[in-house]
């Protein structure tokens, strides 16, 4: 009678399971041959449950999980080429990926070999992936330029001049700019609809700050402003002479 991870073949899947996985390492010599994927693929089940194929381990709360297949690392590029294009290179990132990929390339653990470069063990196998697909070069970081803006230069250029002339109080109903008013403003002549705090950021793009003046009224008169702080002035010059 089988054995509980026990193949019809002989082979003690439970115990290959206890193994530490290290790339291929001693589960290679217990298994055998092992056709080796640079994708995992699933395994399929025996009646109770078991993979019929492949390396597992066995959770100790009684959970069987499938281990993927080791990654073979491309063979076009010793450990000594791939040391050599670490210090040649002018990316800091390349190089430490590069030089775990030389540690792999020496025979080294994945765990050991993904310290090198300052990542776990999965986060290498996705970079052996990479530079399996695109050699040296896939193991740059592949930033993006992100999403294109919704205004151009040019309209970008017209917010701040509506800005910088401020509303025409018949048209906009309203003495100075506010955010929910720019928003209104902004949909009506470009389409764009941007929510209203994204408005105060756009404002700070353009240079411009939330410190305002106080409004004008529309009936103040500049003759009676004017002498209002002419008269304020002298009694202040005249009290300070007073106090002196």
């Known amino acids: 009678m089988l054995g509980l991870g026990m193949s019809e073949d002989g082979f003690d899947r439970r115990a290959a ?16 041959d092992i056709d080796l994927e640079l994708i995992p693929t699933a395994f399929g089940g025996d ?5 019929s ?6 959770h100790r709360r009684g959970r069987i999980r499938a281990m ?9 590029y010793s450990a000594e080429e791939l040391r050599g294009l670490a210090r040649r290179s002018k990316d800091v990132n390349q190089s430490r990926r590069l030089l775990s990929l030389a540690g792999v390339r020496d025979g080294m653990d994945r765990g050991g070999a993904a310290k090198i470069g300052s990542m776990d063990r999965q986060t290498l196998r996705d970079w052996v992936h990479r530079f399996n ?10 930033w993006t330029e992100g999403p294109k803006p919704r205004l151009s230069f040019e ?3 017209e917010v701040a001049r509506i800005v910088e002339a401020g509303p025409e109080r018949e048209k906009d109903r309203v003495v100075r700019w506010r955010r929910v008013d720019l928003k209104r403003v902004i949909a009506e002549r470009f389409g764009v609809d941007f929510h209203e705090r994204y ?15 106080r409004p004008r009224h529309p009936a103040q008169d500049e003759r009676i402003v ?3 702080k002419k008269t304020s002035r002298a009694r202040l010059e005249g009290s300070s002479r007073r106090s002196i």
């Open 17 to 32: 399971a206890e193994l530490a996985f290290d790339g291929l390492g001693d589960a290679r010599s217990l298994a055998g």
């Open 226 to 228: 004017e002498a209002f």
């Open 68 to 76: 993927p297949s080791a990654v073979r690392l491309r063979e076009d």
């Open 133 to 142: 697909a695109s050699g040296p070069d896939g193991l740059l970081d592949n």
């Open 199 to 213: 408005v105060g950021t756009l404002l700070k793009k353009l240079g411009f700050s939330h410190i305002s003046a």
């Open 155 to 157: 309209q970008m250029a």
């Open 53 to 58: 194929g492949g390396i597992f381990w066995l």
């Open 47 to 51: 009646s109770l449950g078991i993979p």
